[in-house]
């Protein structure tokens, strides 16, 4: 076989075969296959699409690049949550201790990564103490006792996806939907789930910027992970504005516990008792959607489900205290209220903006080496739909800086304030099985 063949032929509009897609990948994988013909290839398949054969192929492929954890000492189905991108996204930070305490295994596997905010690892060191480098016999043994657990990522999986990922970036060939799906799904199935539930994000502030792409996506990745033998379920969310009132690592961790304590955002809530029910389906504890959030709304309401987030933190090493009291969290130093300057309705937030402001206050990482604040963030006092008057706060800035004047003109910039009343969006658009 030779590269150039397999380009022209994806380029004139041609399916692969499952041997040519595991040439192109182990050749890429191994050196063999350079960087300008990979980037040719992704480029035929932006124009020329993938069938669902060549995706599952695909995936398979880019899952078989590396390692692949094996969870099978693990009691139980292990569900895995995905979230694609999004504001201040909280909802794994509740879901795990959520779905443990009604019996459903949760083991992550989480990196550090990029972003807004730190990923789940960051904001669980907010609780002091909580530590994610144990080896993967603790955490098989942690997952069997307390149903939960986090390791951080130390294992090679996907190698020939992060490579490939990388040049998509640099390429242009980042949005194409078969490469997304099979992106997100191999790395979901190489560590290890046996069944995934994805919340796939739909407008400003996701990757997936109109409702349409967002449910050819979900469809593309339900299709391939039952493919591949893994039961999977996709809900498509709103994020035409960032997801409850906290942007940040510590200021998450708070809003998690007031979730889990039946005080938390409504959005917040409802999209973590939409996205467990299906765990909990998937996992096989209840046999419809309703009678999982029923399970899930009575572990909220009689503290059992809090009550597991402690029992995890303490295993972890975290001081479960901070939980009881969340004033115990790390707290940064200024401040800052950002008021509104008329008086109207708000109509728009503009999520990527909101976390980059976060990120300007240092609660994400811009390069791998950067550090992070835990303590830093932002807490939305107003979402769309709600009225507001001159003065009132749009937002709180928690900084450990005095320079926030940028940081303040780029949320009041954020805020659409309109005159007439606005309804808000829906939360759930669509559900795919
Ligand atoms: N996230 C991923 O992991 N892969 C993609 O291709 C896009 C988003
Ligand atoms: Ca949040």
Redesign the pocket.
């Known amino acids: 076989m030779r590269m150039v063949d397999l380009i022209e032929k994806k380029r004139n509009g041609f399916s692969h075969t499952k041997e040519e897609i595991d040439f192109i990948i182990e050749g890429y994988s191994n050196g063999e296959i350079p960087e300008y013909q990979m980037s040719a290839w992704a480029m035929a398949i932006f124009f020329q699409d993938m069938n669902e054969e060549e995706r599952a192929d695909l995936t398979n492929a880019m899952v078989q690049s590396g390692d692949v954890i094996d969870l099978s000492d693990i009691e139980g189905v292990k569900v895995d949550k995905h979230s694609?991108?999004g504001v201040g996204d909280t909802t794994t930070l509740v879901l795990a201790p959520l779905v443990a305490s009604v019996g459903v295994p949760v083991a992550k596997m989480s990196g550090r990564g990029l972003g807004h905010t730190g990923g789940t690892i960051d904001k669980l060191e907010s609780i002091p103490g909580f530590n994610v480098e144990i080896t993967n016999q603790q955490f098989i043994d942690l997952v069997n006792k307390n149903k939960a657990a986090v390791i951080g990522q130390t294992q090679n999986l996907t190698p020939a996806?992060k490579k490939l990922?990388g040049l998509?970036d640099v390429t242009a060939t980042?949005n194409s939907i078969p490469?997304?799906a099979s992106?997100?799904m191999s790395?979901k199935i190489a560590s290890g789930a046996d069944a995934i539930v994805l919340d796939v994000k739909t407008g400003a502030g996701a990757?997936m910027k109109e409702l349409d792409e967002s449910k050819e996506l979900a469809k593309a990745m339900v299709k391939i992970g039952n493919d591949l033998g893994r039961k999977t379920s996709a809900v498509i969310s709103d994020m035409s504005q960032p997801l409850g009132f906290a942007i940040g690592n510590a200021l998450e961790v708070k809003e998690a516990v007031e979730t889990l304590q039946g005080n938390g955002p409504k959005d917040l809530t409802d999209l973590c008792l939409e996205l467990g029910s299906h765990m909990v389906v998937l996992a096989g504890k209840a046999d419809t959607l309703d009678e999982a959030k029923q399970m899930l709304e009575e572990v909220i309401q009689n503290g059992k489900a809090l009550e597991h987030f402690k029992v995890f933190a303490e295993s972890q090493g975290g001081d479960a205290s901070v939980i009881e009291d969340v004033e115990k969290l790390p707290k940064a130093s200024n401040i800052v209220e950002v008021t509104a300057e008329t008086d109207g309705y708000v109509s728009g937030i503009v999520a990527d903006q909101i976390g980059t402001a976060a990120m300007m206050l240092g609660a994400g990482r811009a390069t791998k080496t950067s550090e992070i604040d835990l303590a830093v963030g932002l807490e939305l006092r107003k979402k769309i739909g709600d009225k507001v008057s001159k003065g009132d706060s749009l937002a709180t800035i928690h900084a450990n800086t005095d320079q926030i004047d940028d940081i303040k003109s780029k949320i009041l910039q954020s805020f659409t304030i309109s005159e007439d009343s606005v309804e808000a969006q829906p939360l759930i658009y669509d559900v795919i099985s």
């Open positions: 694609t991108g996806d990922y998509r980042v490469l997304i992106s997100i790395k990757f």
